[in-house]
């Protein structure tokens, strides 16, 4: 019997996994972390593939070059490899993009292509990581009935930069309400670090952003920074 296993370091990896993919034929195994997955590759001798969902650590390059890891990047690529695809997709624009399947390789997000699928990029941060994770499952499924053998890129390579925790300040040069509210809602997930606005030793964060009839509505936490100017 073929052996997978799934990584997902995010809550709604392993919703998707106990719904759909642990009850595909094979055994599916599901780790969340990088000690977990060292012990199930240890368990697991020969996995057919390694699937990474939405992953936040380096991969050792034995990882991949020993087994064939696939993981999901939320651009078109070679057009947006990089760091925090889904933010970099939205501050410049972009209303909908593609899932791609590729094979891990030791440049970033720089491997064959297995398939691609079409992403809208409307909600708020984790409904578009949920929603990507629903299609990602429809990908594996596909990869695995037909042992898909993946294809190099093409076209134009354009990187996005990783970005750091203090771009999620309100740009000061917003002057539409609609990129206000974009750049609110493509950091409304957990584990990203929310829109803010400082004002005096307190931090003000905004999510679950609406935007109708011409004003914002968002839910406001009120903290007290920890280094005030």
Known sequence: MKCYIVAGSRPWNRLVFDEFLRHLPGQWHFVSSPAELSASLAQVARPR???????SSRVPAEYHQQHECVCFHMTDVPY?????PLQNLIIRGHRET???ALRMVEELDAGPVYAKAPLSLEG?????????DRLA????????????????????????????????????????????HDFIRM??????????LDHGPFRFEF???????????????????????
């Open 207 to 229: 999510q679950r952003s609406s935007l109708h009839r011409g004003q914002i509505r968002a839910e406001v936490t009120i903290t007290r920074r920890q280094d005030p100017d």
């Open 137 to 180: 499952v429809e990908l594996i499924r596909k990869i695995v009935a037909e042992e898909m053998t993946p294809v190099p890129q093409s076209g134009v390579t354009v990187v996005f930069s990783r970005r750091k925790p203090e771009e999620s300040l309100l740009p000061a040069d917003s002057t539409e309400l609609a990129s206000l």
């Open 187 to 196: 950091l409304d997930a957990e584990g990203y670090p929310k829109a803010f």
């Open 80 to 84: 947006g490899r990089g760091g925090s």
């Open 49 to 55: 593939f390694i699937f990474f969902l939405h992953w």
């Open 98 to 100: 593609k899932l791609t």
């Open 124 to 132: 708020s941060a984790e409904e578009i990581y949920l929603r990507a």
